[in-house]
Every structure is written in C-alpha cells, then in structure tokens.
C-alpha cells in the first residue's frame, strides 16, 4: 500500500493509494462544489450540474458516454453533498487509463440544451420521489431550521420551481465558479498505475483554465428550536434533531463519532436498547456528520404519531443525563471495537477506500492509512467523550417532526 | 475491449469451493480468500415466511426477532455486546424461503461470532415476558413499510404474481402479530430451525479443516427434525391498482422466467441485462434517458422459490406521466421478445464479468453467494464456471430463448392517485 500525490501546473491535485495486490480501480473526481455555493436563484444546480455531467461533451454525445461506461463494465455513479460532487467509477485494472480519460471527459460537460430540457424532467421525477418517501423532508427542513441564513441551511435538490427556472447559462456561469482544477481532487484506490493516471490526467486536464474559487464558512452558532409539520399522508412520525458538532478540521471529530456510537449507533447503543429493542420506535439512531467549518449531531427518530410526544419527552432526558454522567469504560471500549473493524472491513474494496481517500484529502488535504483512522479511535479517551458532551449537548438542538400528529409539544 | 474475454479468466484465483454435508443435514459450503483480513457467514435455515400458517403470517419475522434475545448463557443485552466486543458486523432478515443470519468480521474472531449463532439456532430462550417488546418491533416494522410506497408496490406485485404462499411478504399483517402467542413462537421456532435444509456459507482468510470441525462441534447437538411443506395456490394475476394519495404513481410489471437452477437461466438473465443492466440499458434509455419520465426504472430476475421464476419491473413517476411511462415500458418488454444484438450483448458481458472478478474483493458477498447458490443448485459454482457461462452466451442462443420465451402474460400492479390502463397481454 503506497500513497502517492502529483499537482498538475493548473492546481489539480492527483492522489492515489496504490494497491497492486487489489482486483479492481476505483477513481473518482472530488470536486468542491455542493448546495452550500448555491444561492436562491440557482439553488439544486451542484445536483442539476451532476446529471448534466453524463449528458455529453464536446466529443460524446450522452448515449456515448453510457454506451462507453458500459462497454468498461465499470461501476459508475455520481452523487452531490451540501459540499461536494463526487463522480466515480471502479473498473478491472487494465481499463484504468480509459476510464480515467472519459471521467475526465465528462468534467467539462456540453450542458445542452435539449439534453438539459430532458434532465430538467428526471430531477423534477427525483424531487417528488423524496416528496413521497420517510421522512418526509424532515431532513431538509430541519437543516434549514438550524443553519438559517447560513449557507448549509441550503436543500440540495432545489425545488421544484428553482429547478424549472434553472438555464444552460445559470449552470455554465454556476461551473465557471466552482470547476476550477485548484477545487477539485482526481483520486484513485486500489490497483493503481500512478505514472499512468497522472500522465492521462496532463493530457485530459492539462489544459483547463484555473480561475479562483471561494467558499463562504461563516461560523455557527448553536441554535434551539422545536417545530412539527402535519403530513397527513405519512403513517408514522419522523422527528429530526440537529446540534452542533466538530468541524472536518477538527481533531474532536475522532470522539465526537464514537460518542454518536455510543448514544445512537443503531445496534447496542443506548437509543437502541431505549426504543428499538423495546419496540418503541422502529428506528433510533444518532450520527456524526462534518463540515468545512461546521459539525453536526444529527439525531433522528421515527415511531407511532401516538407514541411520539412521550419518546421526545424520554429522549431529552437521555440526552440530558448523557451530558451530566459521562459514559462507561465498557461503553467506551465496545464503540471502538466496532468502529475500528467497521473501518477495517470498508477499506477491503478500492470502491469503497475511495471515498475516506477522497473526503480526507479534500476537506483536509491529509491522508490517513486504515491503521492511523483506526489509532485515532483508540486513542480516545471517557474524558474526550465528556468533554464532547458539555462542549456539544444534545439537548440543545433544532427539532422537527413531520406526519400525522397535529399537535406536539417540545420537552418542557 | 482491451483484452478478450476469455483472457480475463486469468482473473479468478478460483480457489475449490470446499463443502460438507454433517449427519443432521447442515451443509457448511465455504469460498476461502487468503488475500483477504476478513471472512464472513451466512446462514441459512429454511425458515421463511411460507411456512406460517395462512393467519399467521409474520411468525417466522417474530420468531426471528425472539430468538435474538437472548441465548445460551447470554441475556439479549450480552448477545449484542459480545458481538460488538468481536467487532462483528451482523444482520437478520427474513425472506419468503429463508430466515438468514450473517456477519462480517476480522478472520480471527469467526469462531466465537459463530459459536454466538449456534447458541441463538440452538439454545434462544425465547423469553416470554419479552413477547409484547418483541411483537412490537414486529408492529412497527409493518407500520414503517405503510410508509414505503415503492416497497408496497414490489409486495403487491409479487403476491399477485407468485403462487401462495411463496408472493408473502414476511412482516406479514397486524392482525397476525397481535394474536400470536408464545407458543406459536416456539412451535415455529421447533418446526423450522431445523438442520436439514440449513446452509451456512463461509467466505474470507479461513482455513477448511479447522473450520468444519469447528462448525460441526458447535451445531452437533442439532437435532434433524421433518419439515412440512407448505399447500401452493396458483397466482391471481392481472391488473391491480392500490389508491394511495402521493405525488408520483409506482408502476410494478411481473411476467414468468425460469428459475435459477434451470438450464436456460443465463439466456433469461442475458436478456434481463439488455433490457435493464448499465446507464446503456434499453429500459434506462428509453425511459429516463430519451424522455425523461422517470428517476428510477428498472427490471430484475426473481425466484421466490427453486420452482418459480419471475421477471419484476418498476418505475415511478408523476401521476400525469404514469400511462405514457407503463406504456413505454410495456414496448420494451415486447421488442425484446423480437431479441437482443451484439453492441448490447457485448456491454452486458463487460459488465457481469468485472462483477464477478470485483466480487473476489468482499468476503460478505461471497458468502451469501455460496449459501444461495447452494440452495438453489444443491453445488457451488466456482467464479471461473460462472465467467464460462457467461463467455458463451451468443446472440443466438439468447434470441432462441426469447422465441421460445417473449415477455408476456403481464402481471400489472400499480399504487398512486389513479388506476392506469393496463397494457394488452395482461394475464
């Protein structure tokens, strides 16, 4: 296993963890682009942008560009986060240097117009597939909830009105600002050619044009409120809780994961033993999540609408005790024992090392091997989860629930 | 292209798939894969949902819950810690044939992981004052689905489609929970945690010999005990709407395939892969890509059992766009009946054998392949054979099967606003 890096005269970065023992090539573009960069007149545009990626180029038409992923018998997709778009692709290791030249290809897209008008329809179609689906918005709406007017409150999809005013020139001028090679990483994992995969990204990429890319980070400050939404057509409730947390920068990110684990993994964690084992709820769980300059806890809870004022009221209390008697030895050491081999056995696949490969280098321009990600969680310590816990409580926290109840009151 | 396909055999390590049958029926069937840190299991017992009786379907789900709290000298809270303490990564599910086990884990700890789930086959306690708790997991299991529509749809689908019981769906219905009692748990628990009809695949850095002796000393007390069959009905067929206030309408399409043990398997998944595996696909392109009604649209090979095979289709799509969605559907599904070519062939064939070389890269995946190809074929293929049939598949000899075989006699189900028209050849 080797890390290897290279930066192109235009700032695109290259990385690549090596592995010649592996069976397939995973690549991706990691590009610093997401809902956070957006604004209201062009809000779902990181998420519009990234079909359009697949929608053709100066030398493929879009049937092209998936006749030839097919034709590689590549595993491809692409996804868009509050911060990132990420396109990749994992092939059988002869094909890297192909496959390398087409994602290269698709990261300076045609966007036109007839191709655009036709997409405009499958987002459209994908906004009404989440309107229909657990939970409901609630996510959405509760980030807009606790991160106001700060730029994460942002919905990735847009709506259905930003996403039908959007034009070719809003997303041209929309690319122009964040597709900059310095805002982007091509990363690769598994059994990588490095020489090759640098020499294939000069020759595609050597000429793009860098230009400047800013990014908004204000501070957040933390925020409390509980709100529900009626929704008629749900069965069960969804209630969405978000605190603050440690941001990608910070080192505390390492404990506040493991503190998740402890209170909200969704097997053997205290919200399981609490709601899901008991039959409480169908679901409990709590998750760490980071940001460029901004953390989040993100708690959620989905139960019987008859059933949903009585768990609130016990899941403050559980949040609240968490904060004042800290956490077990025995805890402690059953998060990391899991969340080390859970590591462990993700990194088995280049398709899946991709993505911590990737994250790492771009929120933080760091690698990290399997064995150091694993060392930092066995360092922490019951005195860091405590700390954690005054310095972030889960019970100060943005709630929102959606479905059926039209009347639910917060913790006292 | 850049190498022949049969070259790419060069691929597979193929290491022998290593399996024994003990005294009382359990067959452990095993894919070691040195070059990995991990190894993996699953397991399993022919407990699925088509052996509840007719009223209580969603036993086998509650059974299964039940037996996991708690066994052999482990209270339920000691069961789950003990894994997390191995660091073992499991899962329960259960299916129309199967209620199934599984884990990941570092290679070293699998002895212990599976000495866990030999307690739990063995020795669960099946704890009555835990029954309510139990029931309610099982009551909110079916109440979170309410809220799957596209869930919804494929049950709908398949249980119109299939002959009962194998169409069940394992939650099963309230009413069923409700009013099961402990002792249903426990004859249910008696009449299919049975050994004979149990496979437990192993994948990941194991070593063959230690480990049949090891699973064989752990399951030994296992006692071989007759399983009864369960009555089949034949399918109903045909067209059905279920109303559901959403904004898109979910469309489900079913017709009759082989199933995966038949002889013309491959030519029926070949043809499934033109019309729906890749971005290239010809329901991807001509749904989503050319028109742009849809987010997802797919089709897939069912078995709900040995005997039955099926094709499943879905799409969702807005309410106004449904019709012209079913019926571009339904286009494909008889244009591929006129065959498939060479480019799409040529595609598919890149694209299932790099899935079957990248799967070498995950012990969990191997694992469940091995226990469903066993149960299925009553032998393993090894990765190599697998590549071979798909090396020859033609053309031809797909052409010949959809001659023999065109979609037909649809089975139509949809859930949204309103009802759509179904396309002619429905069954």
Redesign the interface.
């Known amino acids: 296993m080797e890390f290897r890096e290279h930066i192109l005269e235009n700032g695109l970065e290259v990385i690549a963890e090596c592995n010649p023992?592996?069976?397939?090539t995973a690549i991706a573009f990691f590009v610093k682009a997401g809902s956070r960069d957006e604004n209201d007149a062009n809000s779902g545009v990181s998420h519009f942008l990234e079909h359009m990626a697949?929608k053709g180029t100066p030398h493929r038409t879009?049937?092209e560009?998936?006749?030839e992923?097919?034709?590689?018998?590549?595993?491809?997709n692409a996804f868009t986060s509050e911060e990132q778009t990420v396109y990749y692709a994992?092939?059988?290791p002869?094909?890297q240097t192909?496959a390398v030249a087409l994602l290269c290809d698709i990261m300076r897209p045609s966007l036109r117009e007839d191709d655009f008008e036709?997409?405009?329809?499958?987002?459209?179609?994908?906004i009404?597939?989440y309107?229909?689906?657990?939970p409901?918005g609630a996510h959405e709406k509760c980030m807009a909830s606790h991160f106001g007017e700060h730029p994460l409150a942002r919905n990735i999809l847009g709506s259905v009105e930003s996403v039908t005013a959007l034009t070719p020139a809003a997303m041209r001028e929309y690319f122009e600002q964040r597709y900059s090679p310095g805002g982007m990483v091509l990363a690769a994992a598994g059994n990588v050619d490095f020489e090759a995969l640098v020499r294939e990204a000069e020759k595609q990429c050597g000429q793009w044009r860098a230009f400047p890319t800013s990014r908004q980070t204000p501070p957040t400050p933390a925020h409390q409120s509980f709100d529900f939404l009626a929704h008629d057509?749900?069965?069960?409730q969804y209630t969405v809780q978000l605190s603050n947390g440690p941001a990608a920068e910070d080192e505390a990110r390492y404990a506040s994961r493991i503190m998740a684990t402890i209170f909200g993994d969704d097997?053997?964690s205290r919200l399981?033993?609490e709601f899901?084992?008991?039959?409480?709820?169908?679901?409990a769980s709590c998750g760490a999540y980071e940001y460029q300059g901004a953390g989040l806890l993100m708690t959620f809870l989905?139960?019987?609408p008859q059933d949903t004022q009585e768990n609130v009221r016990r899941l403050h209390d559980m949040q609240v005790a968490f904060s004042q008697t800290g956490v077990s030895q025995d805890e402690l050491?059953?998060a990391v024992?899991?969340t080390?081999?859970?590591v462990?056995?993700q990194s088995?696949?280049?398709?899946n090392r991709l993505f911590s490969l990737g994250s790492n280098w771009i929120q933080r321009r760091k690698y990290r091997t399997v064995k150091e990600t694993v060392q930092a969680y066995q360092a922490v310590t019951k005195n860091d989860i405590e700390a954690m816990a005054r310095r972030f409580p889960l019970a100060v926290n943005t709630t929102l629930s959606v479905g059926p109840l039209t009347e639910l009151a917060g913790p006292a | 292209m850049s190498r022949g396909l049969s070259a790419l055999r060069e691929f597979y390590v193929s290491p022998p798939i290593l399996s024994h049958e003990y005294e009382n029926g359990l067959v452990l069937v095993a894919e070691p894969m040195p070059w990995l840190e991990s190894a993996a299991f699953t397991l399993l017992l022919p407990a699925g949902c088509i052996y509840d009786a007719p009223n209580r379907v969603g036993l086998a789900n509650l059974t299964c819950e039940m037996v996991q709290r708690g066994c052999g000298q482990r209270d339920s809270r000691r069961f789950v810690e003990d894994l997390e303490n191995l660091g073992a990564d499991t899962s329960s599910s259960v299916s129309n044939t199967h209620t199934s086990f599984g884990g990941a884990m570092l290679a070293d700890t699998l002895p212990e992981v599976l000495g866990i789930f030999a307690d739990l086959v063995l020795r669960p306690h099946l704890p009555g004052e835990q029954l309510e708790e139990g029931k309610m997991v099982c009551v909110q299991e079916i109440r979170a689905i309410e809220d799957e529509l596209a869930q919804r749809l494929m049950s709908g689908l398949r249980r119109r489609h299939y002959p009962a019981p194998y169409g069940r769906s394992a939650p099963g219905a309230l009413a069923a929970i409700e009013q099961a009692t402990m002792q249903d748990v426990q004859a249910s628990f008696q009449n299919n945690y049975v050994p004979r009809g149990a496979i437990l695949g192993v994948a990941g850095k194991i070593e063959w010999e230690s480990l049949r002796e090891h699973v064989g000393k752990i399951f030994a007390d296992w006692k071989d005990r007759p399983q009864t069959a369960p009555p089949e009905t034949p399918a109903g067929g045909g067209y059905e709407h279920l109303q559901q206030a959403s904004q898109q309408t979910q469309i489900g399409m079913a017709f009759d395939s082989v199933p995966y043990a038949d002889p013309d398997y491959f030519q029926a998944r070949g043809a499934i892969g033109v019309l729906s595996d890749g971005m290239s696909s010809r329901l991807f392109t001509e749904v989503r890509e050319n028109r742009g009604l849809c987010y997802t649209v797919y089709a897939s090979m069912g078995s709900a059992h040995r005997r039955h095979g099926a094709v499943l289709c879905y799409a969702g799509t807005s309410t106004e766009r449904a019709q012209e969605t079913l019926d571009v559907m339904t286009a494909e599904l008889i244009r591929l009946g006129q065959g498939v070519e060479q480019g799409e062939l040529d595609r598919l064939k890149a694209r299932l054998k790099s899935s079957l070389i990248m799967i070498q890269e995950s012990s969990q995946a191997r694992s469940g392949g091995v226990a469903a190809e066993w149960h299925h074929l009553n032998r393993v293929r090894t990765l190599a054979e697998l590549g071979e049939h798909v090396d020859r598949l033609s053309c031809q000899s797909i052409n010949a099967y959809l001659a023999e075989h065109p979609p037909a006699d649809f089975t139509v189900v949809t859930l949204g606003e309103q009802p759509l028209e179904p396309p002619d050849g429905v069954s």
């Not at chain 1, 023992?21 to 397939?24: F, L, Q, R, V």
């Not at chain 1, 309107?131 to 657990?134: C, F, I, K, L, N």
Request: proline share 3%; hydrophobic share 35%; charged share 30%.
């Open positions: 023992a592996a069976y397939s697949f879009a049937a560009v998936n006749r992923l097919d034709e590689m018998g590549s595993h491809c994992t092939v059988l002869d094909l192909r036709t997409e405009k329809k499958v987002i459209i179609e994908e009404y597939k309107d229909d689906q657990p409901f057509k749900a069965a069960q097997c053997g399981y033993w899901v084992e008991s039959g409480l709820a169908e679901y989905c139960c019987a050491r059953r024992a899991k080390s081999a859970h462990v056995l088995e696949r280049p398709g």
